[in-house]
């Protein structure tokens, strides 16, 4: 069974950085799709950015695009590096994943596996 485990939120000052992590377990696809979602309290699910194999792209919310960055290595673990973080990023972070191609980085129906999320809290 095909898992996503992410690390590496915690609690930052406003302006400060850090690096999430999603490391893939159990069934390993070469996926078309991955990218990261957020939910705040009392918000809707955003997804914020994503990685794309049918074309080599990479997708930014307007929120982060500009201090988010996504990377992924040879062993399909994905990476969200943030910098510049804002009270307003506060969120539980998911990673996603899918094989399929053409998925849509703001629709999270478009992701079929998810992770379990990790907390980040910016706040002084």
């Known amino acids: 069974q095909l898992q996503l485990v992410e690390s590496g939120g915690g609690l930052v000052q406003p302006g400060g950085s850090l690096r999430l992590s999603c490391v893939t377990s159990?069934?390993?696809?070469?996926?078309?799709?991955m990218g990261w979602f957020r939910q705040a309290p009392g918000k809707e699910r955003e997804g914020i950015s994503c990685?794309?194999?049918?074309?080599?792209?990479t997708y930014y919310s307007d929120s982060v695009k500009g201090r988010f960055t996504i990377s992924r290595d040879a062993k399909n673990t994905v990476y969200l590096q943030m910098n510049m973080l804002k009270p307003e990023d506060t969120a539980v972070y998911y990673c996603v994943a899918d094989s399929r191609y053409y998925r849509d980085c703001t629709r999270g129906a478009d992701f079929a596996s998810w992770g379990q999320g990790t907390q980040v809290t910016v706040s002084s």
């Open positions: 159990g069934f390993t696809l070469d996926f078309a799709a």
């Open positions: 990685m794309f194999r049918e074309h080599g792209s």
